[in-house]
């Protein structure tokens, strides 16, 4: 399932499924099929297998048994977020070719990292598809980007073998994690990856199942249409796998929390010159079969 958030005429958020050109609202069918079912896509998470599997058995009969107000057309609706996580855990350094560009650019090691490098955004940084990334000049002038991988757990994980963990994702999206280059304080990033808007999310979260191998993505950004990061989740320096037994060995892990699982080479303090996001700008996030996570930068000032 390929599910999304939605408003509909400026309404509150739905949850909704989108099958191709099309967004069908699962409350809708459920109502009609006098199921229960949770009305946002945290809360179908945490239901856990039965939410799920009710949710695909609304869908199973295709658009002919739709009912005709459940069905909106993609380009009707506004996207929004897929959901609200419960922490957000970013992984820095994860690409080869990132880790010698942030050497050069951000006075990180030179060696790569033997444990996968961790830190957190808060659930407030999160904004959805189509939302403005805010630009606040007198916080920052080197506003930069990085195409992410995102794995949304499914079922709570603590101490949990590589061997075990793909059991505990429900899906996959996309996170863009924007950065504050120069509010990095004595090392730390909260303040630099934490702000509003700088974790872009969405557009969808696409299920497990219909993900064959995510350790095999290409995976792309955009800045005004001009491709700066192009490269293939397979390049990643800890994979999926290890990053969520590593994780959960001292963190515990809740369904909806969300692993943004690191940036490929060709950030913008890597750029020679450097280039940042400038107000005006519109940047695109792409991950293979899950889609592309498109966002206006604005002067927040």
Partial sequence: MRL????????????GAQVDDLVVDLAVLAERSAVELPLDLLSLIQGGTAAQETARGL??????????DAVHRLDDVSLRAPLRPGKIIGVGLNYVEHVEESSRSLDTDKERPSRPVLFSKPATAVTGPGQPILHNA?????LDWECELAVVIGRTAFRVSEEEAYDHIFGFSIVNDISARDQRRSGQW??????????????AVVTADEIPDPMALDLSLRVNGVTKQKSNTRHMLFPIARLIADISSGVTLEPGDVIATGSPAGVGAGMVPPEFLQPGDTVEATVELIGTLTNPVVDAR
């Fill in 190 to 203: 909260f303040f630099s990856k934490g702000q509003d808007s700088y974790a872009p999310f969405g557009p």
């Fill in 138 to 142: 007198d916080l920052t002038t080197q």
């Fill in 59 to 68: 869908l199973a009969d295709g658009p002919a048994a739709w009912p005709a």
């Fill in 4 to 15: 999304v958030s939605y408003t509909l005429n400026d309404a509150s958020p739905r949850l």
